[in-house]
């Protein structure tokens, strides 16, 4: 099959009332490739300011997608109506990674990634007040309060073991509550109508300026640059943010909000795993507990909620 025939049978799936076979699979993939992601930030950061690592990243990302709607015979348009919402987007979007790169710099990846995949959480509670068809239940509410309290325990509970620090904490906290509002903005805003690809555009071409701006705040530029912060670096714009985030929006354009959101909860899993395996993490058991709890918290926000048969 070519490339343009598996892109357009890409663009031919309808939407999905449920998570199916191939959504499960592909959101298992993408949970893995996000785990492996924050090992590649967190080692790319040593050779790079990450805040200035995030922006060269969007700037990246910028050709890459332009290069895929040339290839894809799709124009580059930015509908009116949609405009406004995607600078919003594209601000979130940095403030996201601003805060996610500054919390691997400062903290353990198993640490950030018990914090920073809560996203769900938040975006249970942005969806409660959002979207009418989407409100916080009894059970939901239930798994808001663990996966809450897992991510207090994270917080509150550091220690050399786990390589945490309160500012990277807070850090993490603050990608993930941008995380579930740029999801929030694909899913009820006039962008629910783009194309991820213009969606992603939106979000690299207006980070990649205001990331490199802020990157002066931050210190040198180049830290101990070496070929293998080089290589993450192109991991970063051609795997992670061009193929795997125009991936991800797709997906969400496809399911449910809440079923993409609820296969968040192997990335923290992943990732601590990863940490340990690749980059030698102390992992606590005060960490143990927190990952169980936000793990728990995440499967009771998005288990389905069964529908009651009428009688008669």
């Known amino acids: 099959m070519t ?5 357009l049978l890409v663009a031919r799936m309808e939407k999905k009332s449920q998570i199916d076979l191939f959504g499960a699979v592909a959101l ?10 924050q090992v590649v930030i967190k080692v790319t950061n040593d050779g790079l300011q990450p805040v200035f690592f995030a922006g060269v990243r969007s700037a990246g990302a910028v050709l890459c997608i332009w290069l895929w709607l040339r290839w894809r015979g ?13 600078f919003a987007m594209g601000a979130i979007f940095a403030f996201e ?6 919390a691997l710099d400062l903290t353990a990846v198993s640490r950030a ?4 995949y809560s996203m769900p959480v938040w975006l249970a509670v942005m969806a409660h007040f959002i979207m009418p068809d989407d409100r916080v239940t009894p059970l939901k509410a239930a798994g808001l309060a663990l996966a809450l309290a897992g991510v207090a ?3 509150l509970t550091r220690s050399d073991e786990t390589a945490g620090s309160f500012w990277g904490d807070l850090a993490a906290v603050g990608a993930a509550v941008g995380w579930a509002a740029t999801a929030m903005l694909a899913k009820a805003s006039s962008l629910r109508t783009v194309r ?12 990649a300026p205001i990331l490199l701006l802020a990157a002066f705040f931050f210190g040198p530029f180049i830290r101990d640059l070496a070929p293998i912060h080089l290589a993450g670096l192109a991991f970063q714009i051609v795997v992670v943010v061009s193929a795997g985030f125009i991936f991800w929006l797709w997906l969400l354009s496809i399911y449910p909000a809440s079923g993409v959101a609820s296969f968040s909860f192997l990335s923290p899993v992943l990732a601590v795993g990863l940490g340990w ?30 529908s009651r048969k009428t009688s008669g």
Do not use: D, H, Y
């Open 196 to 207: 991820p690809e213009i969606q992603l555009m939106w979000q690299v071409g207006v980070s």
């Open 153 to 155: 325990v994270a917080i």
């Open 97 to 102: 990674f601003l805060c996610l790169f500054v």
């Open 277 to 306: 395996l690749l980059l030698g993490e102390e992992v606590g058991p005060s960490l143990l507990l927190a990952l169980c709890l936000v793990t728990a918290g995440i499967v009771l926000i998005n288990r389905p909620v069964r």
């Open 74 to 86: 799709i124009p580059l348009q930015f509908a009116k109506g949609t405009r406004a919402a995607g």
């Open 3 to 7: 490339g343009r025939a598996a892109a």
């Open 28 to 37: 298992s993939g993408f949970a893995l490739l996000l785990a492996f992601n």
């Open 113 to 116: 990634s018990v914090i920073f």
